[in-house]
């Protein structure tokens, strides 16, 4: 059974950092093309980057230079690490799958959807 369960969501204060994990199951992580997106209240998902199947990456320009996203194929996750933060950067943070090599940032391309992990981020 496939399935992605995000982890690593919480309260941060501008400027401040947080490491999102996504863990996979039911298929190896370098299979997949791995997509982080977020959707924040009243606004449609937002593709933030995305590790590809055959290892490259992409990252959006609304958070590049600030969001990294990495692979470990020992643990089965793709990460997505967060610094400097803002308060536009609050959403509902997904990881979703598909079962191709892609740097889509477009939620619609996307197959396999964890439930989400909440990022505040406020003073």
């Known amino acids: 059974q496939v399935q992605l369960v995000e982890s690593g969501g919480g309260?941060?204060?501008?400027?401040?950092?947080?490491?999102?994990?996504?863990?996979?199951?039911?298929?190896?992580?370098?299979?997949?093309s791995i997509c982080w997106l977020r959707q924040a209240p009243g606004k449609g998902r937002e593709g933030v980057a995305t590790y590809g199947q055959v290892g490259t990456t992409r990252i959006a320009d609304s958070v590049k230079g600030r969001f990294i996203?990495?692979?470990?194929?020992?643990k089965n996750t793709v990460?997505?690490?967060?610094?400097?933060?803002?308060?536009?950067?609050?959403?509902?943070?997904?990881?979703?799958?598909i079962w191709?090599?892609?740097?889509?940032?477009?939620?619609?391309?996307y197959t396999y959807w964890g439930k989400g992990t909440q990022v505040t981020v406020s003073a």
């Open 11 to 32: 309260l941060v204060q501008p400027g401040g950092s947080l490491r999102l994990e996504c863990t996979t199951s039911g298929f190896r992580v370098n299979s997949v």
């Open 100 to 109: 191709r090599h892609t740097l889509t940032l477009t939620a619609s391309d």
């Open 79 to 97: 990460n997505l690490q967060m610094n400097d933060m803002k308060p536009e950067d609050t959403a509902v943070y997904y990881c979703a799958a």
């Open 69 to 74: 996203i990495s692979r470990d194929n020992g």
